[in-house]
């Protein structure tokens, strides 16, 4: 009896890792892949195993440095996000901030203070993730550009930014901790995170009904 629901635990488990294996394309293109292609067409997954937790970061994280002479002059309105029913932005960008600051502390750096207007940026740029997941603009334009738009100016002397995204799963520190540890596993997104220069953060939070999309902002403002 006992190793025969070994097997059938066995087999429970290898049905699971199959559908995950499928959700996160991990084997696209390949032979196991196809044949886990058409396992699940035949065998339709349930709704609630579609959700399991996927985190992508894209790649270079970018940091600028603005010159001294460099003025915001871009009049483009822009809209901070809004809380949405289902999830608490504030939860998660609380989370994903002490994690931040825990981490600089660790390894010795100075922890960073939220500022409004990086705030403001990131709530965009969060929300501009879902349309684009990179730090290139829907509008072609570079990450820090988002600074130039009507009311969301800092003028900076250093800035950078990280992206996180990933299926919704988890409540809103879960997903924040899932996605921080994707940027502490990144390089760049780790040396955004552990910058000494760095002064001040601002988290933003998305969600579109099946994504959840964080963005931090970083800067050392220039006084």
Do not use: C
Not at 9 to 20: E, H, L
Request: proline share 5%.
């Amino acid at each position: 009896m006992k190793k025969f629901l070994a097997s059938l635990m066995m087999i429970a488990v290898s049905i699971v890792f199959g559908y995950w294996l499928h959700a996160v394309h991990l084997l696209d293109h390949t032979f196991i892949g196809e044949g886990l292609d058409w396992v699940v067409e035949k065998v339709p997954v349930p709704e609630e195993w579609d959700r399991l937790p996927v985190i992508e970061t894209p790649e270079e994280p970018p940091t600028h440095e603005q010159p001294a002479d460099s003025e915001e002059t871009q009049e483009t309105n822009s809209e901070t996000n809004e809380k949405d029913d289902a999830v608490d932005y504030k939860k998660v960008e609380d989370k994903i901030f002490v994690l931040l600051n825990e981490l600089r502390e660790e390894k010795g750096v100075q922890p960073v203070t939220k500022n409004k207007q990086l705030k403001k940026a990131a709530d965009v740029r969060a929300k501009e993730s879902a349309t684009s997941f990179s730090h290139t603009r829907p509008n072609g334009g570079d990450a820090f550009t988002v600074f130039e738009e009507k009311g969301l100016a800092y003028p900076y002397l250093m800035a950078g930014e990280n992206l996180a995204m990933g299926t919704y799963y988890l409540d809103e520190e879960g997903m924040a901790e899932f996605l921080f540890n994707g940027w502490v596993d990144s390089p760049g997104h780790y040396k955004n995170m552990v910058q000494k220069d760095f002064e001040e953060v601002g988290i933003g939070v998305y969600y579109d009904g099946k994504i959840l999309y964080t963005t931090q902002l970083f800067g050392t403002p220039r006084n």
